[in-house]
Every structure is written in C-alpha cells, then in structure tokens.
C-alpha cells in the first residue's frame, strides 16, 4: 500500500511538471512579437480586413480567453486532437509523425556512436594518463563545448563531399543524407562521454579491490576492465541523460546544414510563423520525453547502485 501511495505521488509529481512547462511554454508564445493570422495573411498575400483576421482567430482557436485556450488545447493534446497546423493546414500528429524518423536516426544514432567510442576511450585515457588517449579525450570535450556545430557541420560537408567526394550529401539515399548529421552529433557527444567514462575507471585504479587482482597476477589492463567496467558504465549513465534529453532538439543544427527533413528543422520553420499549433505538441512531446527519461535514469541508476539516495 506505502509503495502504491508512493508511486502515486511520484506520477503526480511529473505530471505537474509536464502541466508547468507546457503552461509557460504556451503563455511565452502568445507573449511573443508578431500574431500567427498577421504572419499568415502577410505570408498569403491574402486581404487582411477586419473580418477576415477574426475568421481565422476563431478557426484557429486565438479568439478566447488564454485560460479557455489551454484548457481547450490540453484537452485536445491528451485525446491525440492536435488541430492542423496554420501554416500548410495539415493535420500536426501527421506532419510530426513522418519527420519524426529522420530525427530519432539522427540523434539516436549519434548518441550511440558517441556513448561507444566515449567509454573505449575513457576507458584508454583511464589505463595511461597522459597519454593520447587522455590527451584526444580533453580535446574532443573542449571542441565539443567551444566550436559552432554548424561550422563543423560545413567543413565536413566540405571535406567528405566536396573535396573527397565520399558522401553525396544532398542527392543520395536516406543512409547518405543522415550519415553527416550522425556524425556531427557524434562528435558534440563523445568528448564528454568519454571524460565521464574516464572518471569512473579512474577512481577504480584507486580501490583496494583493484589492488588486490594486480597483486594476485593480473595486468593492469585487465584488471582495469573487469573491476571497472561496471563503475565506468554507471558515471557514464549519470551523464547519458541529459545528453539524451539535449538531443531531441540538438539535431536542430545538423538537419538545416545537411537539408533533412527532420523534426527541429521543422520546428524553426514553424517559431518563424508563430504557427502555435505545431510548437505546442512539440514542446509537450519533448517535456515529456525529458521527464520520463530523467526519472527513468535515476530508477536505473538505484536498481545498478542501492547506496544512491
């Protein structure tokens, strides 16, 4: 009975997250420079008289009070009603649901390069400090937070479909249009996953049990990952998450510099028309998506280690 209390209170407690964040989100947009029907009529060259502008208010639901317009939105959320989006009259689950694909290939597939090369090489940097490994290591961290991904992005586009011709970047199949954006989010990623990676195995090397297996004839490297790959693999999750929170809209960059037809670059296009009714669902897929996967990591996180609180 205590665990299903508790576990009430738990969802409770995310869901006046959720209900808090999409709340804000909706107020800054309407706080926002610019009306959506003033874009759109601007946009369609459509005459903007009076009548005309208070049609597509009440078509689009702009014409109520902010509080009746919430309510009415979240209803509409929660039952999968989504409206059509003002600026090309689609219904918006559609539109999302079939850019959502090139996205999740780009930042799923990113992360995954990025977590794997990451713990390898914090894993190298931990068995010689100071060495390549270690040195590649701080400087793929230090480029990951100071160079402009969109700069990368075009060298690299420059490099391998310019100058090599490797890649075509624009013209070739879906594998060959998102292998860039993979790799620049790759790049973004595994600097930091490796330092985490690094720490972990580190302060193995400090612990008796570490000690013990070299005394009784083990090498360093072996010893190294059988006692530390479990401790490596913990630090590293404590940063996954908000690695994998920051990716549903880290994409954003790679998908306008490579032209894919994803959701972030969707999204631009949408804060650009003030389109409200495909920036909502957005915002609420991605507070969920970020809440479910924090609570999700800390659950993990217990189940792996008990002395985490």
């Given amino acids: 009975m205590t665990a299903m209390v508790a576990t009430a209170r738990g969802v409770g407690r995310l869901a006046l997250s959720w209900l808090a964040v999409v709340a804000t989100v909706f107020v800054l947009l309407r706080a926002m420079p610019g ?3 003033e874009v759109f009529l601007a946009q369609t ?24 317009q919430f309510l009415q939105w979240v209803l509409g959320f929660v039952t999968f009603d989504w409206g059509v989006s003002f600026e090309t009259g689609r219904p918006v689950a559609e539109e999302l649901a079939g850019r959502a694909p090139y996205s999740a290939a780009i930042g799923f597939g990113g992360m995954a390069l990025a977590v794997a090369g990451g713990f390898c090489l914090g894993f190298a ?23 402009p991904a969109f700069a990368v992005g075009l060298v690299a586009l420059w490099i391998l479909g310019v100058h090599l011709r490797w890649i075509n ?11 860039l954006p993979v790799l620049l989010v790759a790049f973004f990623s595994i600097g930091s996953m490796a330092r985490l990676a690094r720490a972990g195995f580190h302060d193995v090397r400090r612990s008796p049990y570490y000690l013990t297996a070299l005394s009784k004839g083990r090498s360093r490297l072996a010893a190294l990952w059988f006692h ?80 985490i609180p």
Wanted: charged share 15%; aromatic share 6%.
């Fill in 169 to 179: 970047a624009f013209g070739g199949g879906v594998t060959e249009r998102i292998l």
């Fill in 35 to 37: 009306d959506p029907v």
């Fill in 45 to 68: 060259n459509i005459a903007a008289g009076p009548e005309t502008v208070a049609a597509y208010r009440a078509r689009w639901g702009l014409d109520g009070p902010l509080a009746a």
């Fill in 228 to 307: 530390g790959r479990a401790a490596g693999a913990l630090t590293l999750m404590a940063g996954l998450a908000p690695e994998l929170a920051w990716i549903v809209g880290g994409t954003a960059v790679a998908e306008i510099v490579f032209g894919v037809p994803g959701l972030s670059e969707r999204i631009v296009q949408a804060v650009a028309n003030r389109d409200y009714a495909v920036i909502q669902p957005y915002v609420a897929l991605v507070a969920l998506w970020v809440i479910c996967l924090l609570q999700g990591a800390r659950v993990l996180r217990r189940a792996l280690d008990p002395r």
């Fill in 125 to 147: 940097a931990a068995h010689r400090p100071g060495g390549w490994a270690d040195a590649a290591s701080r400087v793929l961290a230090v480029a990951g937070q100071a160079l």
